[in-house]
């Protein structure tokens, strides 16, 4: 039985033209004569050909499949067609074409994404070829969404290229044998978590704290390249934390390993340095939550090992990308909403649903900010970030007390730093809010919670005691430093005969270098604490100068007020001197432990950073104690020795003030030489005119401007090591601050 004749439909005169060729508003040709059944449009596309004159199939079955759905309704092709079915055999047509054009330029494309981006044959340049640019990745599919943050799967392209840069990073992951080896000292588990615990600490207490074993694992494989990156990073940072004592007996057990054979310190630094060559140097491979906290803990790393500067640049690339994300808006829009705001995060991206168990994004931006502002403090360089908006009242309402001190504190440092970038670092009105501020945080903490902790309390297997005991003692040096920071200008700021204006900040400035030393001497005192944070030596530094220099400043004082009062103190108004003298046997003794306790880990001369700390600490104690005896000295700073870019002076004194009554001269490495002299030799004319004018009697900018400007001009490469600078700076910012502080202060 033949089929029945096509219906024809009455159409214009002259219309040639066929349905796919009227669709794509195109003219329709024909090789011989329009007689040809078959348009050149068509038969290109291998599409079937139908003319104008018959009913369009495509949009017959589109009609019928809707009469369907709305549940038998019949629809003729002309009421449904002419506008909805055409404008969906487009569509079809569309996604027919862009699926053909992707599969025949795909290819081509990943080919020449695959070529080396440089000439050379390094391994930074295989490591690029092998990486996974997140925007050029065609068409990701999501793979599903949770707490707002959009998680994906590479595709099957990204993850051949991940494959061999995946087996490089593991390479260097330690053998069982080996691992079992590092696991086996002992290391609390707070060493891994110290400034990049992403999460409200309510939260992080509530899953139980994991043991080294459970963090120190590779991921399954497959895994995107930043999440191996990152289990090597924590590898570094827990074998940082095993004790000075346990070194050696890590080489003898490891033995003629591979782990074993390149030696501690080389071990570690090869594990970071292989990650920062092929995963956290690359852009593309870091632009996720995971991403960025590998980063931090790169930063972590590099402040654990003393080199504050390298620190301090590796946390701003984390700031820069987690505020390409994003996370600063999300930051701010939450606190402003008292809430989080999950939505603000869509189409954020992760390569590990698990990543967030572990990561809040807006607290991330939060603990990004607090690390900023602690390196920028120690290194007298700028923020990052202005913006507070984690210590809003609606912010603080939801926060345990630890996390309230916490944001208090981070804003006082902001503030901090702004008065001293700012024209007038004598700024009292400023500098008396943000005492304010400081005593409010505080406040948060019950009183006994002030107390220094026991060390046999910090020590342990990472329960949540111990993790709580070394989050308190941690929390304390930073508020006591702060302190310091905030009151240092006005430390030898010299004032008129009753003018008591500075001797609240004089005091407290002497008070906060105490209780920071006292918390050091136990805490470095005990061969069982973990010796991972170098940042504590460092404040011990600049804790112990402090009191050092307060101690002969008061000396110097005294013996001004015995000439104006013809060899008696009684009716003298200055109250500082007064109130130190019965402080000085006691701050001393804690300067000599201090003393000892660095020479302890300078034995052997590889500890760079001590070995100058100790240096310093013993001329300054010597130098008190000639003052103490009645010798009057006099400081003054100049070029000399300022050095050249790339070729820091790391000596100390040099041996120039092995006597109590000659000359301590700190050479600062591309800052100047501060000069701690005798005035012995001086007629008493001299010497009362000298007295007059402080302790800083007289200075000498280097290179002819201003000391404040001096910091930023003359520096060694951006991320010079300890062993390049020893003090990364960290002296440099203090004395800076004590200069300008010891200058007359601005009117108003």
């Excluded at 066929?18 to 508003?25: N, T």
């Excluded at 000892?596 to 008190?624: F, P, T």
Aim: hydrophobic content about 40%.
């Amino acid at each position: 039985m033949q089929a029945p004749a096509r219906k024809r439909r009455k159409i214009r005169k002259g219309t040639q033209s066929c349905w796919e060729c009227k669709r794509r508003k195109i003219r329709c040709t024909f090789v011989a004569a329009p007689a040809e059944s078959v348009c050149d449009g068509c038969k290109s596309r291998r599409l079937k050909c139908v003319s104008q004159a018959f009913d369009d199939e495509a949009t017959t079955t589109a009609a019928a499949e809707a009469a369907a759905a709305g549940g038998g309704a019949t629809t003729t092709p002309t009421a449904f067609g002419k506008d909805i079915g055409t404008r969906l055999g487009r569509i079809e047509t569309a996604v027919h074409d862009l699926a053909k054009r992707t599969s025949a330029v795909l290819p081509s494309r990943l080919s020449a994404e695959e070529e080396p981006r440089g000439g050379g044959n390094t391994d930074a340049a295989k490591g690029n070829e092998q990486e996974t640019n997140i925007t050029r990745e065609t068409l990701p599919t999501p793979s599903g969404v949770r707490g707002g943050v959009l998680f994906r799967v590479s595709g099957d392209q990204a993850k051949d290229r991940h494959d061999e840069l995946c087996r490089t990073l593991v390479a260097a992951w330690p053998k069982p044998d080996e691992l079992e080896v590092v696991l086996g000292f002992p290391v609390s588990t707070s060493v891994l978590f110290h400034g990049v615990i992403c999460m409200p600490y309510a939260n992080f207490l509530s899953k139980g704290i994991p043991t080294p074993r459970d963090m120190l694992r590779l991921p399954p494989p497959g895994s995107h390249p930043v999440l191996v990156a990152r289990a090597l990073l924590l590898l570094a940072i827990f074998m940082q934390g095993i004790p000075r004592f346990a070194r050696e007996d890590l080489g003898a057990a490891l033995g003629d390993t591979a782990l074993g054979s390149t030696g501690y310190g080389k071990t570690i630094s090869r594990l970071a340095e292989t990650v920062n060559r092929l995963v956290t140097s690359n852009d593309d491979l870091v632009g996720s939550l995971e991403g960025v906290e590998t980063i931090m803990f790169e930063s972590m790393y590099h402040n654990n090992a003393g080199s504050l500067r390298r620190a301090w640049v590796t946390h701003r690339r984390a700031m820069v990308i987690a505020q390409l994300m994003g996370l600063h808006r999300a930051a701010a829009a939450t606190a402003a909403a008292g809430s989080s705001n999950n939505t603000l995060m869509a189409g954020r991206l992760v390569h590990d649903a698990e990543t967030l168990d572990r990561i809040d994004p807006e607290h991330m931006w939060y603990r990004l900010v607090i690390s900023d502002r602690y390196l920028s403090l120690m290194l007298g360089l700028p923020q990052a970030s202005i913006d507070s908006p984690y210590g809003s009242l609606e912010a603080l309402e939801g926060c345990i007390p630890m996390e309230r001190l916490e944001r208090m504190e981070s804003i006082a440092g902001g503030l901090i730093l702004q008065r001293n970038s700012g024209p007038n670092i004598h700024d009292l009105a400023a500098t008396r809010e943000i005492d304010r501020l400081l005593q409010e945080a505080a406040a948060q903490m019950p009183a006994q919670w002030w107390l220094a902790p026991n060390v046999s309390d910090i020590i342990g297997k990472g329960n949540k005691e111990n993790f709580g005991e070394t989050l308190r003692i941690m929390n304390q040096f930073t508020h006591y430093h702060l302190l310091a920071q905030l009151h240092l200008p006005y430390l030898l700021l010299q004032t008129a005969p009753g003018d008591q204006n500075y001797d609240y900040s004089k005091m407290t400035a002497v008070m906060a270098s105490r209780e920071i030393l006292s918390r050091f001497v136990a805490f470095r005192g005990s061969d069982a604490v973990t010796a991972y944070c170098r940042g504590i030596d460092f404040l011990a530094f600049i804790a112990s100068t402090i009191l050092g220099l307060a101690h002969i400043d008061a000396r110097c004082q005294q013996q001004q007020q015995q000439r104006v009062s013809g060899g008696s103190t009684i009716g003298c108004t200055a109250s500082v001197p007064h109130f130190l003298a019965h402080q000085r046997l006691s701050d001393r003794g804690l300067l000599e432990r201090t003393l000892q306790g660095m020479e302890k880990m300078a034995r052997g001369g590889k500890d760079v950073m001590a070995v100058n700390i100790a240096s310093i600490l013993q001329h300054l104690l010597a130098i008190e104690a000639a003052a103490a005896s009645g010798v009057s000295y006099s400081a003054s700073v100049s070029s000399e020795g300022t050095g050249e870019p790339g070729e820091p002076e790391s000596e100390y004194g040099g041996g120039e003030a092995a006597e109590a009554d000659s000359a301590l001269r700190i050479r600062i490495p591309y800052f100047g030489t501060i000069t701690i002299e005798n005035r012995g030799g001086e007629p008493d004319s001299a010497s009362a005119a000298l007295d007059s004018q402080g302790f800083f009697a007289d200075w000498e900018p280097a290179y002819g401007v201003d000391m404040a400007e001096t910091s930023l001009l003359f520096v060694p490469g951006l991320t010079a090591d300890a062993e390049d600078w020893a003090l990364q700076g960290v002296d440099m910012a203090l004395f800076d601050n004590l200069i300008r502080g010891a200058a007359e202060p601005a009117s108003g």
